[in-house]
């Protein structure tokens, strides 16, 4: 059995595969502002971080896929804990209290807000020491379970977070997930590990295996060769924000490699959009219908299309 | 004017003419390219315009049209809301914000614009962040308008940067008449296409005359020909008297023709157009200002004169232009072909090259270093662009960049550092390359206004007695700097009523002609313009009726109406000049004289509006804006004080006062007029007494003034004349003076003529002359002083 060809949301289908542009809501990355009234028009979805969407004064018109902010484990002031045999993770941000995120306030908020939501996962980073690399992925795997069992809004796609360190640590977790009726899976913690891309093959092959007909979402990977790969091998959905910040570098991914200094902030715009259309491979511009006069009014319901 | 045809039998489908059809065929409005496309007026356009449109609404995007002219605007609108259904429409026309827009825009799918609108939509771009990326077609009618040195700079503004901030959107240029299509096109880096098809074939004809007073004659000729064969025509000339004469001229032949331009009042104007639509006239004179906005179909058009009058001189037409006049001829349905005949000397070939449609080219006027430096600080104001190389970059796109007729940005920007309008701020790492909006710099780009008007305003607002200024000074101050349109110029048999009414003006400016010219930046027949002007601004505050005003003072309503605009803007940037910088200390105890910044704010509201400064006191009120100032002055209370003591039925009568913010209305009064009381804006300041002059017809004072500088000297029987450009001979014949100058034979007066009589010393020639080179006393305004003054010839 293979994987369903798209995903079916409230706010409209996502074709696979998908390349899904990362925005923010805020003040913190302006040029996100300038960026995310285009990405309708190159994307059929768009990732936000829970941290982020708390922010968000409109919704966009697009699908919106949510995850659930459990990245910031990476960050040395947080503590991942578990609690009624749970996973939370304190977030002690730099100004303001600190925060605990738990599987129900994530769920809670993404069931109000999102289209497509992902479970409290924990990051096992390169170099975690092994006993707190399985009491990341048990309480991983905890929580993905719960999401399951709590789910309550029938129309809200949820996936199942995989976290691993290999092929085998892989293949347990999505072992665990095989039938709790997870809309997708997705792996995360792969950006760190992605100088090395044969071990990034391995996790994902290996997830592949164990699922073969669920749709399947890596966090974080955007480079368009990097992509290409995954896709061939299965990989249904990426999400990306490196089409962003290169651009508020300066970098074009069609360039060759000259920084460009002092953009005004139109020529930002323009670079973003045009580093996410050559990822995507989104066709700009161009319109994908060629109309005729007038529809030819006969009986039969075929129109001119 | 299409023409339907059967597919297969029984399916009809409305059927394209040969031009639509082409286009379609070639798929250039669905490539997803910018496209040029250049076709006669009349031949479908706007259809393929509505089906470009129709396919940007169908993939749940917004489209905008750009037209320059306000009548097409409110036409389109209402045909396009029936036509695009259930997708709002709305139209958003003029600079302004003074009416709120019935449809809010982000909620419109297809948007009507001028283009002065959408250049204020991109500067002020994060406001409408809404709906200005959800764009993807925009249509630019009138491409032509490029080329206009006061109109296109600000297009191509506009254009340069929707592009970068939605690069997303295809551009759909239309026009008539491009000379460079392709180098356009180029520019878009899209395709293009021309077509010359009409629905009604035009051919265009040369009539030849002899003599100049034939000229009449031959355009009596070409009319009654059209006319016998049951045609109308359009007759257009270069000034409003020839249209006069000729209407009268047409009469005689016995034509039912009449005459069309500015001195007509509204409701005349009116009467002749649905009088020639109707059929109850068959001929129509008009001047070129007919060219913008009425539509009046017409067999035969008649280009009487081949030169324009552009506000300071007559050049010759653009052939652009003619064939824009000439384009209306021809009505589908009514006739089977179009004619346009142009009138010329028979020894001059200069009609021929109207014939063939060789249209100049397009050249931008982003060309001129005074535009481009509007656009400059515009573009650092708005945020778009923070140092020169940005610039450079942005502007280099520009069709001017294109064309490389782009003035130097960084001089641009240095001598905008050098005139206050932008400043240079440290960045991050301490250099200090990063470009800033000054406050005047801000106030230029929020009114839309050039750099120049807002530096000449400051200039006068520094004036020591500025405080004391009246209303009137202040709008000739306002009138003076360039962007204050139109320009009323002023004939010479106007002057008389000119001074007529300015003798109810009072100003401290004109008291001192060499100050004023020194203040206002202007002098001899620019100085009357704006005199002029200010007088027609002045008047419409008293009198609330832009019909009454364009009648007193010869000139359209719509002028009336355009000029009020242009200086609301001008007056609110004055406005914001005078008001105390943020930094200034707090604020002091209210002054028992309105300050400078309060009276400017009173004449914006008496210029927008239509107030006068009593009236203006109600709008001291807070809530009570022009409209509800007018409903009150309707109802009698004409100022604050009456407010105050008015009865509170009589209030609560006016439209949109209920009885309980009539109450709130009144006691507001009561508690303002302390300390302002309706006559605080009253005006004092020295009137004006201007002096009539006692010029008689006969004698031209402008070549009286030339014969002035010329030479007598006894010759035979007769006199040569010298000092001009040709030595001329002037002869006693039959006791009169006879000269052999073209002047002469054209049946004038000439200069040489007028030497000879006042080197014999004939009395009334003397006289004149001796009234010319008198010097006047300084409190007497003597306008023809300036019709006369030729030290400096203002620029135009």
């Given amino acids: 059995m293979s994987p369903p060809v798209q995903l079916v949301t409230r706010r409209g289908v996502v074709p696979f595969p998908a390349y899904l542009p990362v925005t923010t809501f805020g003040k913190k990355y302006p040029l996100d502002d300038l960026v995310r009234p285009y990405l309708p028009r190159l994307a059929r979805g768009v990732m936000v971080s829970l941290h982020y969407a708390r922010q968000m004064t409109a919704p966009p018109r697009l699908p919106l896929f949510v995850d659930s902010g459990g990245f910031a484990a990476i960050f040395q002031t947080s503590v991942v804990r578990e609690e009624h045999d749970l996973g939370v993770l304190d977030v002690h941000p730099s100004e303001g209290v600190m925060e605990t995120l738990t599987p129900m306030s994530v769920l809670d908020f993404q069931e109000q807000h999102a289209d497509v939501a992902f479970t409290l996962d924990f990051p096992i980073p390169p170099g975690t020491e092994p006993n707190e690399a399985e009491r990341r992925l048990g309480l991983t795997i905890a929580n993905a379970r719960w999401a399951a069992s709590n789910r309550r809004r029938a129309d809200l796609r949820l996936y199942g977070c995989v976290q691993a360190w290999d092929a085998e640590s892989a293949r347990r977790c999505a072992r665990a997930y095989a039938d709790l ?108 219908r060629v109309w005729l006069a007038e529809p030819v009014r006969s009986s039969s319901p075929a129109g001119a299309e | 004017m299409s023409y339907t045809r059967s597919i297969g039998g029984n399916v009809q489908t409305p059927s394209l003419n040969p031009a639509q059809l082409e286009v379609v065929r070639r798929g250039l409005l669905s490539c ?111 491409f032509h308008l490029l080329a206009d040195p006061s109109r296109g700079p600000r297009l191509e503004g506009a254009l340069g940067r929707f592009r970068r901030l939605n690069p997303l959107t295809r551009i759909l240029a239309l026009s008539a008449t491009l000379g460079n299509r392709e180098e356009l096109a180029d520019w878009l880096e899209g395709v293009e296409y021309a077509s010359d098809w009409r629905p009604i074939p035009l051919s265009w004809r040369v009539a030849r005359y002899k003599r100049a007073q034939d000229k009449p004659e031959a355009a009596l000729g070409a009319v009654r020909g059209c006319v016998a064969d049951g045609g109308r025509s359009l007759v257009f000339v270069q000034s409003r008297r020839r249209a006069e004469q000729l209407a009268s001229v047409l009469r005689e032949g016995g034509l039912r023709a009449a005459h069309h331009h500015a001195g007509l009042d509204a409701p005349t104007r009116r009467t002749v157009e649905a009088a020639f639509r109707g059929g109850s006239l068959n001929a129509m004179v008009a001047t070129g200002t007919l060219e913008m906005g009425v539509n009046l179909p017409v067999r035969q058009v008649v280009l009487y004169d081949l030169q324009a009058f552009d506000g300071a001189d007559y050049r010759p037409l653009p052939v652009w232009s003619a064939w824009q006049r000439g ?81 130097s940005v960084s001089k641009s920007v240095a001598t905008m550092l050098d005139a206050g309008m932008l400043a240079t701020k440290a960045d991050e790492a301490g250099a200090s390359h990063m470009l800033v909006a000054t406050r005047l710099g801000r106030i230029a780009v929020r009114q839309m206004l050039a750099p120049d008007t807002v530096l000449t305003l400051a200039r006068g607002l520094c004036q020591p007695d500025v405080d004391r200024w009246s209303f009137f000074d202040l709008l000739l101050l306002a009138c003076a700097t360039v962007d204050a349109e139109p320009p009323l110029t002023v004939d010479f048999e106007e002057l008389d009523e000119l001074a007529a009414l300015l003798g109810s003006e009072r100003s401290w400016l004109l008291r001192d002609l060499d100050r004023a010219r020194a203040t206002l930046g202007r002098s001899g027949r620019a100085l009357l313009t704006v005199i002029k002007m200010a007088t027609c601004a002045r008047r419409w505050t008293r009198v609330g009726d832009a019909d009454e005003v364009a009648e007193a003072t010869a000139t359209y309503p719509f002028e009336i109406g355009r000029l009020c605009e242009s200086l609301e803007r001008i007056l609110s940037a004055a406005q914001a000049i005078a008001a105390p910088k943020d930094d200034e200390a707090a604020p002091e105890p209210i002054p028992e004289e309105p300050a400078l910044r309060e009276r400017l704010r009173a004449l914006v509201t008496m210029v927008q509006a239509g107030l006068d400064e009593e009236v203006v006191t109600l709008t001291l009120l807070s809530g009570v804006g022009p409209t509800l100032a007018r409903g009150l002055r309707a109802a009698g209370v004409t100022d604050i004080e009456e ?114 009589r006042l080197a014999t010393r004939e009395p009334e020639v003397t006289r004149l002359a001796d009234e010319l080179r008198r010097v006047r006393a300084p409190e007497a305004l003597d306008l023809q002083t300036l019709w006369f003054d030729q030290s400096v010839r203002a620029s135009a």
């Fill in chain 2, 32 to 142: 997803g390219f910018h496209c040029v496309l250049q076709m006669p007026t009349g031949t479908g356009k706007t259809w393929l315009a509505e089906k470009a449109i129709d396919e940007v609404l169908a993939r749940g995007l917004r489209a905008v049209y750009l037209t320059p002219l306000r009548a097409q605007a409110d036409e389109l609108l209402q045909r396009w809301r029936s036509r695009f259904g259930k997708y709002p429409v709305g139209a958003y026309a003029g600079t302004t914000a003074g009416t709120e827009p019935e449809i809010p825009y982000n909620k419109a799918r297809v948007l009507i614009m001028t283009p002065e609108r959408l250049d204020a939509c991109t500067r002020w771009w994060r406001t409408h962040w809404d709906w200005i990326p959800d764009v993807e077609l925009l249509i630019v009618d009138e």
């Fill in chain 2, 327 to 407: 384009g209306r001829a021809g009505r589908p349905g009514q006739d089977d072909r179009g004619e346009v005949v142009l009138l010329s000397p028979a020894w001059s070939r200069e009609a021929e090259r109207y014939l063939t449609p060789n249209f100049e080219p397009i050249r931008s006027s982003l060309a001129a270093p005074a535009a481009l430096a509007e656009q400059v600080v515009a573009e650092v104001a708005t945020g778009l662009c923070r140092t020169v190389p940005q610039l450079q970059r942005a502007l280099g796109a520009s069709l001017a960049g294109f064309q490389g007729r782009l003035p």
């Fill in chain 2, 643 to 756: 407010l105050a003591g008015a009865e509170l039925g009589a209030v609560a009568a006016v439209r949109g006062v209920s009885a309980s913010r009539a109450e709130r209305l009144i006691a507001e009064a009561v508690a303002k007029v302390p300390e302002r009381a309706a006559w605080c804006f009253r005006e004092t300041g020295p009137q004006l007494q201007p002096i009539a002059s006692t010029w008689p017809v006969s004698v031209d004072p402008y070549r009286l003034r030339r014969a002035l500088d010329l030479r007598v000297s006894a010759r035979g029987d007769g006199w040569a004349v010298t000092g001009g450009s040709d030595p001329h001979r002037v002869e006693l014949v039959a006791g009169t003076p006879r000269c052999d100058c073209p002047d002469f034979a054209k049946g004038k007066v000439c200069k040489h003529v007028l030497s000879v």
């Fill in chain 1, 181 to 288: 009726g997870f809309d997708g899976v997705a792996i995360g913690g792969l950006v760190p590990r992605a100088r090395k891309l044969d071990d990034v093959f391995a996790i994902v092959d290996a997830v592949r295996e164990e699922l073969p007909s669920s749709p399947l979402h890596v966090f974080g990977l955007g480079n368009p060769a990097t992509v290409r790969s995954l896709f061939e091998r299965g990989v249904q959905s990426v999400d990306s924000s490196s089409y962003v910040k290169l651009a508020a570098s300066g970098i074009s991914w069609g360039g060759d490699g000259t920084v460009v200094t002092d953009m005004a902030p139109p020529e930002r715009l323009r670079l973003a959009l045009s580093n996410l259309a050559l990822a995507s491979r989104a066709t700009v511009g161009l319109a994908p």
